[in-house]
């Protein structure tokens, strides 16, 4: 049982400098430095245990987020740890509807990815309170207490609580079949490491070799700046995996997938009507943490829509591995079609760092939702004075001496 009143709530501005080997880069982003706006909860419960929480970033901007959750610590401290997972929903709907803070919201931007980082140190507290790997803690949750976390305003015309529970329901029967599938095989996922927009055509060969060599068939790409390099880039990676691994390619007949960026339920739920998506990405981090995240994967089980969800980033392959493997057991039921994404950055960070086997994430078995950092990567990390930081900027300054 959750216990301890929340007596300390801290953030750190955890940034680490991806963009000197084009790591991460894209059309609309072509120096990223994957940052992490990062919350630690603590309690007066004896066990001490503490609750970690991140929220992702690309490095400017990351004080902002920052700015926000510091802004919503109010609705945190002092608060019982029991009460707020009591009233999951209830607590949730607060940090969402603050009567000021919501102007600059309500439930979308820098806001909401702050309210993500601290729930998301809420259910890492909790689980670890519980002894149990979020995904377990999901997974063996009554239907009824999981639906108790699920703010439902908004979503009721394609998704009522009833019809949720009807496929929480369902998802009963095979549960236990299903959960020792994950435990001996995995989750299947897809890799996008070896081709960033900014890397150079050996970067992507060699990248490409080594990803074959460890067994990996499903690759991303990514495009968008120039379509005639994009051909030709698309061209090199296909020679170098041969025609029989897949690469997303809408000409081969594999359709729309969206959501890393969708900024909450309400714009899913949007794009489902419409019939406006073949895969579903959800983002453990871009909307409000795993509440949210809930609604919308029961939401693409109503639709008969496939989740395939979005990892790049710090710490994403962490969090998001949690869901798609509750959604598995106990909501889909489904692998036709589904894969997670997976880049192989930034693990080393962590104290729980995703375990890959035969290109398919093994199910986390410590304790919490994997989103605890070293402390010392943290402390080397942080913007601007930690070690890594403060040796880069006296570079760049150098450098722009005249």
């Given amino acids: 049982m959750a216990r301890g009143r929340i007596s300390q709530l801290s953030v750190h501005d955890v940034r680490f400098p991806t963009s000197l080997g084009g790591h991460g880069s894209d059309a609309m982003h072509t120096d990223p430095d994957y940052s ?109 207490m999981l639906l108790s976390c699920i703010d439902f305003r908004y979503i009721t015309d394609v998704l009522t609580e009833e019809d949720a529970y009807e496929i929480l329901k369902k998802g009963q029967l095979g549960k236990k079949e299903r959960e020792e599938q994950m435990l001996r095989n995995g989750y299947p996922a897809y890799t996008t490491s070896c081709a960033w927009l900014g890397y150079s055509d050996s970067t992507l060969k060699q990248l490409c070799a080594a990803a074959l060599k460890d067994g990996w068939t499903r690759f991303k790409v990514k495009v968008g700046a120039d379509l005639q390099d994009d051909i030709r880039r698309c061209r090199l990676i296909r020679d170098m995996i041969g025609p029989e691994k897949t690469l997303a390619l809408a000409p081969l007949g594999i359709g729309v997938a969206t959501g890393e960026q969708c900024q909450n339920r309400v714009i899913f739920k949007q794009l489902l009507q419409a019939d406006a998506l073949q895969f579903l990405q959800i983002d453990s981090c871009r909307l409000g943490s795993v509440n949210e995240n809930l609604s919308v994967l029961l939401m693409a089980k109503k639709f008969g829509i496939p989740v395939c969800p979005h990892a790049g980033g710090v710490g994403l392959c962490e969090l998001v591995q949690h869901l798609i493997i509750f959604d598995y057991i106990s909501v889909s039921t489904s692998l036709q079609n589904r894969m997670c994404e997976y880049v192989d950055h930034l693990h080393e960070h962590f104290k729980y760092p995703v375990v890959i086997k035969n290109a398919s994430y093994l199910p986390p078995k410590d304790a919490g939702y994997s989103t605890e950092m070293k402390e010392e990567s943290v402390k080397k990390h942080q913007y601007p004075d930690g070690e890594v930081w403060k040796k880069l900027l006296v570079a760049q300054d150098s450098c722009s001496q005249p």
């Fill in 36 to 144: 992490a706006a990062y919350v630690v909860i603590e309690t007066d419960a004896e066990d001490g245990l503490k609750g970690y929480g991140i929220t992702f970033t690309l490095g400017k901007g990351t004080e902002v987020v920052v700015c926000a959750v510091n802004a919503l610590v109010h609705h945190v401290l002092h608060k019982d740890l029991r009460d707020i997972v009591g009233d999951f929903r209830g607590f949730y709907r607060q940090l969402t509807s603050d009567g000021q803070l919501r102007w600059i919201g309500p439930e979308k931007g820098v806001v909401h990815l702050a309210t993500a980082a601290v729930l998301n140190a809420v259910w890492d507290l909790w689980a670890k309170q519980e002894g149990k790997p979020l995904w377990k803690l999901l997974v063996d949750m009554d239907p009824q």
